[in-house]
C-alpha cells in the first residue's frame, strides 16, 4: 500500500508559478511510477505529467509541455511538479498517482492504483 498526499496548491494570478508536491509513505514508491493529473469542473481527469522510477524518463501532455516540469527525490520519497506560466485553463484539481513498475502506459488514469487527495490550483486572468 502507498498512501500519497499533495500539497501546494493555491491561487496565483495568470503568469505566475506554483510548484506542487507529493509525499509518499507506505511501500516502496521509489520503484513506482508517479503521475500528475487534473480535473477541472465537469470534465474528465486528463493526464498532465509522468515520471519512472528512476527518473530517466518523463511525459508531458502537449498542453503542459514546456511550462511544467515532473521531478522526484526517491530519497525523501517525494514527487514535484513546478508549474510555470500559469494560465487559467490550468485552473483545476490536482492528483499525484503511482503506477507499478512494468506499466508501459503512463498517460492513462487505469495505469494508476494509488492516487493523493488532490489539491486544488486556481489561476486568475
Known amino acids: 500500500q502507498v498512501q500519497l498526499v499533495e500539497s501546494g496548491g493555491g491561487l496565483v494570478q495568470a503568469g505566475g508559478s506554483l510548484r506542487l508536491s507529493c509525499t509518499a509513505s507506505?511501500?516502496?514508491?521509489?520503484?513506482?511510477?508517479m503521475g500528475w493529473f487534473r480535473q477541472a469542473p465537469g470534465k474528465e481527469r486528463e493526464f498532465v505529467a509522468a515520471?519512472?522510477?528512476?527518473?530517466?524518463?518523463?511525459y508531458y501532455a502537449d498542453s503542459v509541455k514546456g511550462r511544467f516540469t515532473i521531478s522526484r527525490d526517491n530519497a525523501k520519497n517525494t514527487g514535484y511538479l513546478q508549474m510555470n506560466s500559469l494560465k487559467p485553463e490550468d485552473t483545476a484539481v490536482y492528483y499525484c498517482?503511482?503506477?507499478?513498475?512494468?506499466?508501459?502506459?503512463?498517460?492513462?488514469?487505469?495505469?494508476?492504483?494509488?492516487w493523493g487527495q488532490g489539491t486544488q490550483v486556481t489561476v486568475s486572468s
Open positions: 507506505g511501500r516502496t514508491f521509489s520503484r513506482y511510477t
Open positions: 498517482a503511482a503506477a507499478p513498475p512494468y506499466i508501459n502506459v503512463v498517460t492513462t488514469t487505469s495505469s494508476y492504483v494509488y
Open positions: 515520471i519512472r522510477w528512476s527518473g530517466d524518463s518523463t
